[in-house]
């Protein structure tokens, strides 16, 4: 059968008003890559799969509430679109944007935005503007803006854009044919874990696949969930979740309460070892803020908070390494250089 993007596949389990005219990159259908080694690292006796949302089209989980966003502004007769983004959501909504005729504008913090995300929002022909100020205030002036204009807002405030990420839910349960036992994630603008939530819920009612337990992990220095209150200057080597007041924080602590599970924080340093086990050992590199789902689960692991033996677990990778090639090129060792002789070749590799 031939895969038509989300809004075919999942047609009528989502909840997209009658106008809407699917645009579609063929997002989503990403692999549920079962991860052994790292299981095996972490202690063992559990199963663990990575779903690894980077694959998408613009190279993160952004393009499923993406598809349905954009599709639903095209079929109302929108013209622009318009997000405030720490990166992927820009490269996204740029995307679709492109791909729908319609104009798109995207507001980034200042500095803080990773070149592979920025160059994408370029390419796809976004207007580009950086606001000097954090996320939370770009979030802000986007609302303000789309209160007062016709422009369509493409933020995971957005009702559609819950509808197209709640897919990512029902994919895990088709490929493992029940929910796993754990969920674990990375929480920046919460839009995310309400949409697994929100997804999970739904397959429970209708094909009684159970109900997963949700870890949101949050970075230390951008942990308002975490802390209770929101946070004036976020500072994580994670930008992508550099986010100090979530817009669906509620539903976040929701998700996490009605699931039994809970929101934590982990350090930079927890999250850039993670991001480099995951690579290393199982060949899947992800962005920063990907790898702090499942350095929550490790933190949680290793502090005797979770005993995970005999559970199914899946960790959401939410975005690509290629994303934010600079936070292992800066530090990376310069590569060896040998002259074209198959001698001075073996002298280095062997020795
Ligand atoms: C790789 O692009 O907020 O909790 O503006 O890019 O749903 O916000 C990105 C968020 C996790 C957090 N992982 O998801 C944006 C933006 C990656 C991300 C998150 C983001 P939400």
Same mark, same amino acid.
């Given at each position: 059968m031939s895969y038509n993007g989300l809004l075919s596949h999942y047609q009528s389990l989502l909840d997209l008003p009658s106008h809407t005219r699917p645009v579609s990159?063929? *997002? #989503? &259908?990403t692999p549920l890559i079962k991860a052994d080694n790292l299981s095996r690292h972490l202690g063992g006796g559990f199963e663990l799969f990575i779903k690894? *949302?980077?694959? &998408?089209p613009t190279g993160s989980f952004k393009d499923r509430g993406m598809t349905a966003a954009v599709s639903e502004a095209l079929g109302r007769g929108a013209t622009t679109v318009i997000c405030a983004s720490t990166g992927n959501t820009a490269a996204s909504a740029a995307a679709y944007a492109a791909r729908a005729g319609l104009k798109s504008i995207v507001l980034i913090p200042q500095g803080k935005v990773a070149v592979g995300k920025l160059a994408g929002a370029v390419a796809y022909g976004a207007q580009v503007i950086q606001i000097d100020g954090s996320f939370d205030d770009a979030l802000s002036m986007v609302v303000q803006i789309t209160d007062k204009h016709p422009i369509c807002l493409v933020n995971s405030i957005n009702p559609y854009r819950i509808e197209g990420q709640k897919t990512a839910a029902f994919e895990i349960c088709d490929v493992l044919g029940n929910a796993p036992d754990w969920l674990c994630l990375p929480v920046g603008n919460a839009g995310n874990i309400t949409a697994y939530w929100a997804g999970f819920k739904q397959y429970h009612e209708i094909k009684s696949t159970g109900l997963p337990q949700i870890l949101g992990v949050q970075a230390a220095g951008a942990a308002p969930l975490v802390l209770g209150h929101p946070v004036e200057k976020p500072e994580t080597v994670a930008t992508a979740i $550099?986010?100090?007041?979530?817009? $669906?924080g509620e539903q976040a602590l929701q998700a996490a309460e009605e699931s039994k599970g809970r929101i934590i924080a982990v350090s930079d340093d927890e999250i850039l070892s993670m991001q480099k086990l995951l690579a290393t050992l199982e060949g899947i590199w992800v962005e920063p803020a990907s790898a702090t789902g499942l350095a929550g689960l490790t933190h949680e692991i290793e502090s005797g908070k979770l005993k995970m033996s005999g559970k199914r677990v899946v960790a959401v990778c939410? #975005?690509? #390494?290629m994303k934010d090639p600079e936070i292992i090129t800066k530090d990376m060792a310069k590569p060896i250089i040998v002259q074209p002789k198959l001698e001075v070749l073996e002298d280095v590799i062997l020795g």
């Open positions: 990159l063929l *997002e #989503g &259908n690894y *949302e980077g694959l &998408n $550099r986010i100090g007041k979530p817009a $669906r939410t #975005g690509h #390494g």
